[in-house]
């Protein structure tokens, strides 16, 4: 029987925070992807698809316990999990190809998001943007393809996020300009909308995204500004949190010689209500719709778990 | 003795202390110190202008300045991040890579820079697979320690005597340096592993772990990937790199010094770089302070030649045997222990008039089969005791430091329960090297 290691939970969770700071939440899927095809190549241990089967069912139990959770990494490891169950021959080569495929359909998937999200800019359009991810980019990248790019005011946030989207508009040639998150209020009259990268929603209708979005949302709302989040489907949490949605850090610093600890939280949850659309590679999802997607999709979610229960009580997994 | 050579000696006593203490900066002591004997007379303002070598000022200068350059074009970075991915994520490659790249490194490069490379990345990678960072630290500290002796631009010990000593040329530190250097830095890899066998020890069959070293090597893919280091500057950096490095191995038959040919280098690298490198902020990069050092200690090592202390000091080794086996290990061992207690540097600069005493025109070791291995006992015991405390070379305070800032306290005597038996090893090597030349 194995038991989950603590240690392991703790390193991991780590990375991946630093991952999701660094790369924003598409980059992290493409690099679990990456970091589980590396591991498969490189394991000298019990190879044959049980020794496989057993290894990646305790490697999505580490998964599971990630605060806060990555919806994208734990749908892509249940896909792969039925994989390997399903193909009574399965090899480490195997299970490479199926995660390329993986890769390869989440690539499809954020080119679809772009082409929704390009919808939304037939007209000239003043564009509000705070947080980064590679869809986000992608979706840059195809509106000035089409010919459709609006001028674009960034709301500073954490240098290493704001430095992604500032590349981004660079290497395509937009009109843009930079304003703290705190000084919008001062721009927000001369905004047509706003679009942030969201890292997923949950069970409570909260959609999560990085920090400061609460309150620039909250502001944009209070001023008839739509906003649009985008969220594809396989980001999506079905799951009760047991912990707070944000995890939350303490961290000694400093102003000059005075010592002072600060809160500082990973993520900022968002009501549904607060947003205008959901943008996903199914179309433009507003809350009523979302509702009705979720559902669905939470039922198939349900019915994986159950199986992936099933078989590690087989495999005497705790 | 007289009483000017009693002032000098007391000075020099009241300059260790201060280094030791660190409550100045060494480069006000040594400055203070030089004025001090230029005020009292121990030395003429003309002699003590005469006693700075510029031959090793000018060295440390045009290193300084050529691993400026090369930082301000992220080369450095470049490396150690394809270093990094070279290691897979293995604990066993971290250790092997990043332990060899210091070695090697720091043949190059001063130690200081070395670490100041090498250590950040090291302390990300470790912790972001879940180890201690503290074994993997210790190795490149001893290691690069290591790694400086083995040439002349290798470590300020080596730059003073293959500046100071003309019989000595570049190609000569590999000659007699390379051997010691290799085996050592095997003892001491031998001895990290054994002391930290749990910690740097294969994840190949812990799928887990396996995955979360997997997940850093991401990390450090997308990094790497991001660092764009344009062909001209990879191609033209190279070019320049080796034109130094063979001026340095020719230049006892070009007769070119050292110093020249490190200035002429930076000089190339700014010129061929002129639009990616500013000189004004580059010279933010030279270690001021260090030259300054230098210069005030030449002048006080100038005062102890001018008012005959070395020469005492010389007869007072003389005096002590007749055989040169014994001076051999005394030397070895007494710029060992020295070297582990206070800056090597002083040491070094005091050291070498003294065996220039001994071994020079009219010296009592004049003609003596194997004496120039004096030379070669005063460098291995210099370089290789700076590893014996953390307060023994500036990598390893450096290191500790960098190493503190990112949560990771070593203690001295944790850091003194590794670095005595792994310097001990070191220092056995090199009794066996030279008892091995001396019978050859």
């Known amino acids: 029987m194995s038991a989950i290691d603590r240690e392991l939970v703790e390193t991991v969770n780590r990375q991946l925070l630093v991952l999701d700071r660094e790369g924003g939440s598409d980059a992290i899927a493409t690099d679990v992807a990456g970091a589980i095809a590396r591991a498969v190549q490189e394991y000298e241990g019990d190879a044959s698809r049980e020794g496989l089967l057993r290894e990646l069912l305790l490697l999505h139990d580490v998964l599971l316990e990630m605060r806060p959770r990555v919806a994208s990494i734990i749908l892509d490891i249940q896909k792969l999990l039925l994989h390997v169950h399903q193909s009574p021959n399965a090899t480490q080569d195997d299970v490479l190809r199926f995660l390329q495929d993986l890769t390869q359909a989440r690539t499809d998937r954020r080119q679809q998001v772009a082409r929704v999200a390009a919808g939304l800019f ?18 840059l990248r195809h509106l000035a393809e089409i010919r459709r790019k609006p001028r674009v005011i960034v709301a500073q946030q954490q240098e290493v996020r704001t430095r ?9 040639s937009y009109d843009y300009t930079v304003v703290s998150e705190y000084s919008l209020s001062h721009m927000a009259h001369e905004l047509s909308c706003a679009l942030f990268a969201g890292l997923t929603i949950t069970l409570d ?50 102003i000059g010689d005075l010592r002072f600890r600060k809160q500082v939280f990973s993520h900022d949850p968002v009501p549904l209500s607060s947003i205008a659309g959901i ?14 997607v979720y559902e669905a999709e939470r039922e198939v979610f349900q019915a994986t778990e159950e199986l992936i229960v099933s078989l590690e009580r087989d495999l005497g997994i705790e | 003795m007289s009483t000017h050579e009693w002032m000098v000696l007391g000075l020099f006593v009241v300059v260790f202390a201060g280094i030791i203490m660190e409550k100045v900066d060494k480069a006000v002591i040594a400055i203070g110190g030089a004025i001090f004997v230029i005020v009292a007379h121990l030395i003429e303002f003309d002699h003590a202008m005469h006693a700075i070598d510029f031959k090793t000022i000018g060295l440390l200068l045009g290193m300084m300045l050529m691993v400026a350059c090369l930082q301000e074009l992220h080369l450095f970075e470049w490396i150690a991040l394809r270093l990094a991915l070279l290691t897979r994520g293995s604990p066993v490659l971290i250790f092997i890579v990043f332990g060899a790249a210091s070695a090697v490194f720091s043949a190059f490069l001063d130690n200081v820079t070395t670490v100041l490379i090498i250590i950040p990345l090291v302390i990300t990678i470790t912790r972001g697979i879940g180890l201690a960072p503290k074994p993997f630290i210790l190795t490149i500290i001893f290691l690069s320690n290591i790694g400086g002796a083995a040439t002349l631009i290798g470590d300020p010990p080596n730059i003073l005597v293959g500046s100071k000593v003309d019989s000595i040329t570049f190609l000569d530190f590999p000659k007699y340096m390379l051997v010691p250097v290799v085996i050592s830095a095997v003892g001491a890899v031998w001895f990290m592993r054994r002391c930290f066998a749990t910690h740097i020890q294969s994840r190949s069959t812990h799928f887990g772990w396996l995955f979360a070293s997997s997940l850093m090597l991401e990390r450090v893919q997308r990094q790497a990937a991001s660092l764009k280091i344009p062909q001209d500057v990879t191609l033209g950096s190279s070019i320049i790199g080796l034109l130094v490095l063979l001026g340095f191995f020719t230049h006892g038959v070009t007769h070119i010094e050292p110093a020249v040919i490190a ?5 190339l690298m700014l010129a061929v770089f002129h639009r990616r490198l500013d000189l004004h902020h580059l010279m933010q990069h030279v270690e001021w302070t260090t030259l300054l050092f230098f210069a005030g200690l030449f002048v006080i090592v100038g005062a102890a030649e001018e008012v005959h202390l070395l020469e005492t000091i010389s007869h007072g080794l003389v005096s002590m045997t007749d055989n040169l086996w014994v001076l051999l290990m005394i030397v070895l061992w007494a710029s060992a222990i020295l070297s582990g207690i206070v800056d090597n540097i002083p040491f070094v600069a005091v050291m070498i008039p003294v065996l220039t005493g001994l071994l020079g025109e009219g010296g009592p070791y004049q003609n003596v089969e194997n004496s ?38 070593i203690s001295f005597v944790e ?20 008892t091995f030349l001396y019978w050859l």
Not at chain 1, 122 to 139: A, D, G, K, N, R
Not at chain 1, 166 to 172: E, F, M, V, Y
Not at chain 1, 279 to 292: H, M, N, P, S
Not at chain 2, 415 to 434: E, G, K
Request: aromatic residues 8%; contains cysteine.
């Open chain 1, 122 to 139: 037939v007209e000239p359009q003043t564009l509000l943007l705070h947080s980064y991810s590679t869809t986000l980019e992608m979706l």
């Open chain 1, 164 to 172: 992604g989207i500032l590349r981004a508009l660079q290497s395509a």
């Open chain 1, 205 to 254: 209708e909260r959609i999560v995204l990085s920090p400061g979005s609460a309150n620039l949302i909250e502001h944009l709302r209070s001023a008839g500004i739509p906003t649009y989040v985008i969220l594809t489907t396989n980001k999506w949490s079905y799951w009760t949190e047991e912990t707070e949605t944000a995890y939350r850090e303490e961290r000694e610093k400093s």
């Open chain 1, 279 to 292: 943008i996903t590679e199914e179309g433009v999802l507003d809350a009523e719709k979302t509702r009705e």
């Open chain 2, 263 to 267: 200035m002429a280098g930076a000089v």
């Open chain 2, 372 to 409: 120039h291995l004096l030379w070669w006992a005063l460098v291995m015991g210099a370089c290789f005791g700076g590893n014996a405390t953390m307060i023994g070379a500036s990598a390893n305070v450096v290191s500790c430091g960098l190493a503190k800032r990112e949560g990771v306290h």
């Open chain 2, 415 to 434: 850091f003194a329960r590794i670095s005595a038996p792994t310097t001990a090893i070191t220092i056995v090597v090199s009794m066996i090297y030279l």
